[in-house]
């Protein structure tokens, strides 16, 4: 099976701009994950996407947003993006059940906002 | 709130050493999972080992094994006959059993083998 991928890898982006990313997960994994992981704030969560729902949200702000297609896609757009937006933006996907699942990260979208 | 504390920011080994990784967490929940995930140089992260926290059993997975301590809420993971690949970050992370992918994470230990 294919793993995780995430496009694009490295992203340049300006302030005030808005930026999205994409995650497709393994085949037949409908559980998406998102990951923001900065040097000073380590690895935070973001949402959880499954089934094409919102199950989980992490404390960030509005400006970040996701959405999952029903092929398990899925996007997360960042709007009106500031300097402390820069940060490596982790995908991960499962089956679903947590009691079984393994979750897989991707290789991650590098997001420079200058 | 769960939260994760991994107290040793860096250390090292000797190739073909045994070191262990220390982590302790918080929380008032009965039923979770435990992950030590691998984080290379540049490259992705990969799951090391998982232990349910109603499993008395403390998790194997090859030369990776944990030192699970429910009450003391502690998790450690042990690395035998360490190699040079096994240069990378270690996070030890935290996950309720109920429906929830909110997975908590510690603030990573790099690790290094030394030749």
């Known amino acids: 099976k294919a793993g995780v991928t995430q496009t694009p890898r490295y992203l340049i982006k300006t302030r005030g701009q808005q930026v999205t990313l994409s995650c497709s997960p393994i085949s037949g994994h409908r559980s998406v994950s998102w990951y923001q992981q900065t040097p000073g704030q380590g690895l935070q969560f973001l949402f959880e996407?499954?089934?094409?729902?919102?199950?989980n949200k992490g404390n960030f702000p509005g400006r970040f947003s996701g959405r999952q297609f029903s092929n398990s896609r899925s996007e997360m757009n960042v709007s009106t993006l500031e300097l402390g937006d820069s940060a490596l933006y982790l995908c991960a996907s499962r089956g679903g059940d947590p009691s079984t699942d393994t979750q897989y990260f991707g290789p991650g979208t590098r997001l420079t906002v200058l | 709130a769960q939260t994760v504390t991994q107290s040793q920011p860096e250390m090292s080994v000797q190739e073909a050493e045994t070191v262990t990784l220390s982590c302790t967490y918080d929380?008032?929940?009965?039923?979770?999972?435990l992950f030590w995930y691998k984080q290379p140089p540049s490259r992705q992260m990969i799951l090391v080992i998982r232990q349910e926290a109603y499993k008395q059993q403390n998790a194997t997975e090859n030369r990776f094994s944990v030192n699970f301590q429910k009450a003391a809420k502690s998790f450690s993971l042990k690395i035998s006959d360490s190699q040079l690949g096994d240069t990378a970050m270690y996070f030890c992370?935290?996950?309720?059993?109920?429906?929830?992918?909110?997975?908590?994470f510690g603030a990573g230990t790099r690790l290094t083998v030394k030749p």
């Open positions: 996407y499954f089934s094409e729902t919102q199950r």
């Open positions: 929380t008032s929940e009965n039923n979770y999972y």
């Open positions: 992370a935290f996950m309720r059993s109920s429906n929830n992918n909110d997975m908590r």
